[in-house]
């Protein structure tokens, strides 16, 4: 089994800063892409950025030049730095990756977490 577990969400002011986490767990044999998705009120889950196994990285246009997303693939970790966050960036923030189990070596699926609720609000 494998476990994708978020942290560091919270509330924070307007123009605040909030680094959230995401550890891999379980029976892994590999993970190739990593990423943060969010989801707000009402609205559909969108990716927020993604980075692979090589460190190539791509962002939604709403967090380019704010957000930076990294990963340590020792400790099998992404992380998304957020800087002069939103209001519009309050979300559900859920972390994704692409693991390939060591029952199954050669076929990656997704994971998903539970989810971060980040809040930016005066």
């Known amino acids: 089994q494998v476990q994708l577990v978020e942290s560091g969400g919270g509330l924070v002011q307007p123009g605040g800063s909030l680094r959230l986490s995401c550890a891999a767990s379980g029976s892994i044999f590999s993970i190739n892409a990593m990423g943060w998705y969010r989801q707000a009120p009402g609205k559909q889950r969108e990716l927020v950025a993604a980075?692979?196994?090589?460190?190539?990285?791509n962002y939604a246009d709403s967090v380019k030049g704010r957000f930076t997303i990294s990963r340590d693939n020792a400790k099998n970790t992404v992380y998304l730095q957020m800087n002069n966050l939103k209001p519009e960036d309050t979300a559900v923030y859920y972390c994704?990756?692409?693991?390939?189990?060591?029952?199954?070596?050669?076929?990656?699926?997704?994971?998903w977490g539970k989810g971060t609720l980040v809040t930016v609000s005066l």
């Open positions: 994704n990756a692409e693991i390939a189990t060591m029952t199954r070596p050669y076929y990656g699926m997704d994971y």
């Open positions: 980075i692979t196994s090589g460190g190539s990285t």
